[in-house]
């Protein structure tokens, strides 16, 4: 069963640098697949931020696309997110992804971490 | 304002059937792009559902169906167990915002 466990701050200030890391277990992420990120507000709906294929290949929401780099860290089997510039609306739950396709369609998610950005 | 629609709420009896809509447009859906579907639990993260437009996942219930024509997908349960209560979420790829779309949610209440 492959796993994905999220980690990093719970509490950014206004115009620092979100980052994120999952870690993936029981699975190498330079076998295959695409990784991604994906946020929820509190409450509100879904948001994809962006993917990263195993060769190193990104592709970024186009609105978040000035802000956001996504790496992968193939020696610990993980990758990460950095969000710059961050303002209380980047506030929410970030999930990191497995998908089969850079079009969507995540079949394991990781528990999904808060962050909440404020002074 | 989500680029694909999804009805806020729906309800149904134990055992009866619902299904969920999901309304796109020619970059989307109707530009042929598949449709995922996820289910999230309150206080879970988003489980996949319905790959591909209409395929199971290994473990889903078969219970659950999707199913895609012209720029709407739709997803139907049938046999209502008090377990589906959940929001679940409609998925696809748009060609001109050139990223994932998300439907807005739809709250799924067994009444």
């Known amino acids: 069963q492959v796993q994905l466990q999220e980690s990093g701050p719970g509490l950014v200030k206004p115009s620092e640098t979100l980052s994120l890391t999952c870690a993936v277990s029981?699975?190498?992420?330079?076998?295959?697949?695409?990784w991604g990120w994906i946020r929820q507000p509190p409450g509100k709906g879904l948001e994809w931020i962006g993917s990263?294929?195993?060769?190193?290949?990104?592709y970024y929401n186009p609105s978040l696309k000035s802000r956001i780099t996504v790496s992968l860290d193939t020696s610990k089997n993980q990758f990460s997110l950095n969000l710059n510039s961050v303002t209380a609306a980047d506030t929410a739950f970030y999930y990191c992804?497995?998908?089969?396709?850079?079009?969507?369609?995540?079949?394991?998610w990781g528990q999904g971490t808060l962050v909440t950005v404020s002074s | 304002q989500s680029v694909l629609t999804q009805p806020p709420s729906v309800s149904g009896a134990p055992g009866q059937r619902v299904t969920i809509s999901c309304t796109g447009s020619?970059?989307?859906?109707?530009?042929?792009?598949?449709v995922h579907w996820y289910q999230q639990l309150p206080e879970t993260a988003p489980k996949l559902l319905i790959k591909?437009?209409?395929n199971r996942p290994s473990g889903v219930p078969d219970r659950f169906s999707g199913s895609k024509s012209g720029t709407s997908a739709s997803l139907a349960v049938t046999g209502l167990q008090a377990e589906d209560e959940a929001d679940y979420y409609c998925?696809?790829?748009?060609?001109?915002?050139?990223?994932?779309?998300f439907g807005g949610g739809t709250k799924l209440t067994v009444l």
């Open positions: 998925q696809s790829y748009d060609s001109v915002l050139r990223g994932w779309v």
């Open positions: 020619s970059s989307n859906i109707g530009a042929g792009y598949d």
């Open positions: 591909n437009n209409n």
């Open positions: 029981n699975y190498s992420i330079s076998s295959g697949y695409y």
């Open positions: 990263i294929y195993q060769s190193g290949s990104t």
């Open positions: 992804a497995r998908h089969a396709s850079r079009l969507g369609g995540s079949d394991y």
